[in-house]
């Protein structure tokens, strides 16, 4: 079943368990130990942890910021290959209504798509094969669009011979008539399809919108790269809502005594439907990590993994909390820390935000008590100094103290699940030097 929930639709983001423990579990003394000096009296400990990492589903990605094209692989996760899926729209109606079209010629068409800055990529900027489809199905503003959603297309990819094969520069602005454009890939595409929208000039097809959808319906843009090496290739950040982006048909009307350079722009902007498609290949991952960890649910957990686009969720259980509930201290305080496992490439940098969820009785995702007022509330931060994720959580773990929540845990999602590419590897509960770790802090009076 896919899960459609507010927080899903905010932030888009999977299936093994993984057992494990933490420093100690609960006995007769937990809690007993008094931090040093201090004057509250305050008693520390922690819990037992399990964890597990399972593979997500679907998430939304129609209707968001940006969009992703591109692929590459990476030796923890394996294959990553994003599409852009968009609607192209006249930006006036009647177009070509009352003039002779007879002379018309194309030049050529491009697809310009623009980088969403200053954030314009994930992996790195090898050159990469793009290919465009025309699709073939009606698109509706209304519907809402996820990773898996691939659309039905018309066979024979419209790149022009022997440009597809393109170098993105998210840092280059590229000058094109004298203009200096904003950073963008530029995608020409075949002069056949220019011609078939210079054909359309004064028809039917061009009076408006809803004519010219039912005409030309959109485009499909993906990469096609063949084997690539580990860490080759990277996902482009496309802003859609950039003017920038759009189709352009450059031409001249020969029926001129000195035909003049013309434009003519099909736009692709918030009224488009416009969503990300993802596909991934686990087994092409040289390393063996996350094959184990999704093997076994049952195996010890010394790192657990995240993955955006409907790719990895980490589950988080803690153990035996019945002690904690029957010693009659008021927790004072609930901290979640979650360590990144070592290092990891430079150009694969991990969430800036990882979320917590529960899950409701119907399967969708809801927030902590700790949220209510709001998502920050929680914390979940990436610290690059600490190298790690900090989760505030005292209210849900009092309540699941009080028996007002169930004691199942919740859920770890990388956030902007449906507008990046983003991936970590965590320590799990039995990483043997920084293991995942509940801290609790109570007052004794």
Do not use: W
Request: glycine share 10%; net charge negative; proline share 6%.
């Amino acid at each position: 079943m896919r899960r459609s929930s507010l927080v899903r639709i905010l932030f888009g983001g999977a299936v093994v368990a993984l057992l494990s423990t933490s420093c100690r579990k609960p006995d007769e003394d937990l809690g007993l130990e008094i931090l040093p000096g201090d004057p509250l009296g305050l008693l520390v400990d922690t819990a037992a942890i399990r964890a597990y990492t399972f593979e997500d589903s679907a998430v939304r990605t129609s209707g968001l910021t940006r969009n992703l094209v591109g692929s590459y692989l990476d030796p923890d996760f394996g294959f990553l290959r994003t599409g852009l899926v968009t609607q192209v729209r006249l930006t006036t109606n009647n177009i070509g209504q009352g003039q002779v079209t007879a002379g018309l010629q194309a030049d050529s068409i491009v697809l310009a798509l623009a980088f969403e800055l200053p954030s314009g990529h994930y992996g790195n900027l090898n050159a990469q094969t793009f290919k465009v489809y025309e699709i073939s199905e009606d698109l509706s503003v209304d519907s809402v669009y996820h990773s898996d959603d691939v659309p039905s297309l018309i066979a024979g990819d419209l790149v022009y011979a022997q440009r597809g094969l393109i170098t993105p520069e998210p840092a280059v602005q590229p000058q094109i008539g004298g203009d200096t454009l904003v950073p963008q890939i530029r995608i020409r595409l075949v002069d056949a399809l220019a011609g078939r929208f210079l054909d359309a000039f004064g028809t039917a097809a061009l009076v408006d919108n809803t004519a010219f959808l039912a005409f030309f319906k959109g485009l499909h843009v993906v990469v096609d790269n063949g084997p690539q090496l580990p860490f080759q290739g990277g996902i482009m950040y496309i802003n859609t809502l950039s003017t920038a982006t759009k189709l352009t048909v450059y031409y001249k009307d020969t029926n001129e005594i000195d035909p003049q350079p013309r434009t003519f722009d099909l736009a692709i902007n918030s009224n488009c439907v416009r969503y990300s498609v993802a596909e991934r290949d686990r087994s092409l991952a040289l390393n063996g990590g996350l094959a184990q960890a999704l093997a076994d649910t049952a195996a010890p957990a010394p790192a657990v993994y995240l993955q955006t686009l409907g790719g990895l969720r980490t589950k988080v259980r803690f153990e035996d909390l019945g002690p904690y509930a029957m010693q009659g201290r008021i927790l004072a305080k609930a901290e979640l820390v979650v360590r990144v496992l070592g290092t990891y490439y430079p150009y694969y940098i991990p969430p800036v935000q990882v979320f917590i969820f529960r899950q409701s009785d119907a399967g969708s995702d809801v927030f902590l008590p700790d949220q209510l007022n709001g998502i920050g509330g929680v914390g979940g931060q990436f610290s690059s100094a600490d190298q790690e994720y900090r989760f505030n959580i005292t209210r849900y773990l009092q309540a699941v103290l009080n028996g007002d929540l169930p004691t199942d845990g919740f859920e770890l999602v990388a956030g902007s699940s449906g507008v990046s590419a983003n991936r970590v590897i965590l320590c799990g509960p039995d990483h043997p030097d920084h293991p995942m770790r509940l801290q609790l802090t109570f007052t004794t009076y």
